[in-house]
C-alpha cells in the first residue's frame, strides 16, 4: 500500500470513548431495512438504514469529530467548512439531528460524513477474498476472509483520485489522502486520529459487510457495485 494513503478513524481510548454519540433510538425505531432470505433464516440481516440520523450527545464539549457506537463519522460544522474551502472530493453529507443526554442547551450542528470516492477491491496480495461458501447469491450475504496484509489493501490502479474512499469489503475504513490528513493535523481538529494505510492490524477473522447500496447513494453504489456484484 502506499504511504500517501491514511485511515481517519476514531481514537481508541477509554476518555475517547465517553465521548461517543448514541442513537436516538425513539426517533430511530425501525430505521434499518430488515433483508430476509428466504432459504437460509441465519441470513436475516440488516440492510440500508431508511432515514437520516438522530442521536444522543454526552454532555461534554463536542469535539471537531465525533462518533457513534456503530462507527458512524460526524463533522461539526467548522470541519465540514474546512473540508470544502480546502476542495476535498470524495464525500457527500447528511444533516443529523443531536441532543445532549440531559444537559438542555443545543449541540452545535452535525453532518454525517458518507464517502463515495473508490479505490476498488481489495487486492488479492492483503488475503481477503470473497467466502462463496458462506455467501448467499440469494439474499445478497457476503462473506470475505480476513486482511492479513493490511500494507496491500490498496490497489493504487483501481483508485479514482478522491481524497475520501473506501476499499471493498471494508466500507468502514475511512481512507484519506495525504492532503487530508495534513490539514487535520495542522488545524489540530480533535476528536479523530490519522493512522498510515500501513499501520493498522490485520484483521483475522471472517466478516460480513453488508452491500454497498447499504452505506452509498444509490446511484452511485450501482454505478460502482453492480459490475462487481456487491451492490
Known sequence: MANKFWRLDKIWTSQASRRQAEWDHDEMESALEVIECPVNPGHQHAGKRLRNLSVVLPDNEVQDFVWTWYSECLLRDNTLALFRSAGFTGF?????????????????????????????????????????????????????????????????????????????????????TERVARAIRSHNLRGARTVRGSDFNPVTDQFSPGRLSYLMPQQRARELGGPLGIY
Request: glycine share 8%.
Open 92 to 176: 457527500e453529507t447528511k444533516p443529523v439531528a443531536a441532543r445532549f443526554r440531559s444537559a438542555k442547551s443545543a449541540p452545535p450542528k452535525l453532518w454525517e460524513l458518507v464517502v463515495i470516492g473508490w479505490a476498488g477491491m481489495a487486492s488479492p496480495a492483503s488475503g481477503v477474498r470473497l467466502d462463496e461458501s458462506k455467501s448467499c447469491t440469494i439474499c445478497g450475504h457476503l462473506t470475505y476472509t480476513g486482511l492479513l496484509h493490511p500494507d496491500l489493501l490498496i490497489n493504487e490502479a483501481s483508485w479514482d483520485g478522491s481524497d475520501f474512499f473506501m476499499v471493498w469489503p471494508f466500507p468502514r475504513f475511512i481512507f484519506i
